[in-house]
């Protein structure tokens, strides 16, 4: 997976598109507007779950998301264990039928996820269990 873009630019630079100051009084608004002018190097894994849960810049933000998924495929963004993998699970399937090497990618996660469920606090078990029912369901459409 190729990402051909400076991380040192923000959404707004990369697509040149600025969309001013919000015009809805909500702090996810809020926030999405900010981050829109944040250099995507400086995202922490809580940005990259809300844009993407939002479907904001998701040429630029799934690359990313899913190197730190490469990683630790239940990384915690601000939420629980595995809400970034979850928020990336929810874009919708036409964007992965146009990308496929992210795809690809997202797949080898999902299995990494798996082979991880065998190590994970009860606790947090069963919300990651439903998250990897979404993928399934997702990846054999």
């Not at 190590?119 to 069963?126: K, Q």
């Not at 439903?130 to 997702?138: C, F, N, P, T, V």
Request: proline share 4%; charged share 35%.
């Amino acid at each position: 997976m190729k990402t051909n873009f400076d991380r040192r630019k923000s959404l707004q630079e990369l697509e040149q598109d600025d969309w001013g100051e919000p015009d809805f009084d909500s702090h996810l608004v809020r926030t999405c507007h900010r981050l829109r002018r944040v250099p995507l190097e400086n995202f922490s894994d809580g940005d990259l779950r809300i844009m993407i849960g939002q479907q904001i810049g998701l040429l630029r933000l799934v690359p990313i998301a899913l190197e730190k998924l490469e990683e630790d495929p239940l990384v915690d963004a601000e939420l629980y264990p595995g809400d970034l993998l979850n928020a990336v699970l929810g874009i919708p399937e036409s964007f992965w039928i146009k990308h496929t090497d992210m795809r690809a990618v997202l797949c080898r996660v999902v299995a990494k996820a798996k082979e991880l469920l065998t190590s994970i606090d009860e606790v947090f078990e069963r919300s990651v269990r439903d998250i990897l029912a979404k993928a399934e369901g997702l990846l054999h459409e």
